[in-house]
Nanobody
Framework: VQLQASGGGLVQAGGSLRLSCAAS????????MGWFRQAPGKEREFVAG????????YYVDSVKGRFTISRDNAKSTVYLQMNSLKPEDTAVYYC?????????????????WGQGTQVTVSS
């Protein structure tokens, strides 16, 4: 499956962005989807994940209550709505797809990756 992330940009602290990740090539609804991020000098970290149907979601503690992951299987797209952004949210954000069931937080558990989109939050 090919993944194309978009929607990043520069925003002031407290602002919002919505990231999108469009998938192609395979049956999108067969994949658990995740969003990860990588700040300069840091390892890539899990941000949020969503089950095949969208009925189960999981978030890293630092974004709970501010970020919302969702998916539209008819459009083969997963979204990450980011509100109340903070400077520490600055990173390159990646979407990822996992063929097997279960939402996992390790990068090694995901099979396909998008190219990343830059999110910069100014203070």
């Amino acid at each position: 499956v090919q993944l194309q992330a978009s929607g990043g940009g520069l925003v002031q602290a407290g602002g919002s962005l919505r990231l999108s990740c469009a998938a192609s090539g395979r049956t999108f609804s067969n994949y658990v989807m995740g969003w990860f991020r990588q700040a300069p000098g840091k390892e890539r970290e899990f941000v949020a994940g969503i089950s095949w149907s969208g009925g189960v979601t999981y978030y890293v503690d630092s974004v709970k209550g501010r970020f919302t992951i969702s998916r539209d299987n008819a459009k083969s797209t997963v979204y990450l709505q980011m509100n109340s952004l903070k400077p520490e949210d600055t990173a390159v954000y990646y979407c990822a797809a996992r063929y097997y069931s279960g939402i996992y937080s390790r990068t090694a558990d995901y099979d396909y990756w998008g190219q990343g989109t830059q999110v910069t939050v100014s203070s």
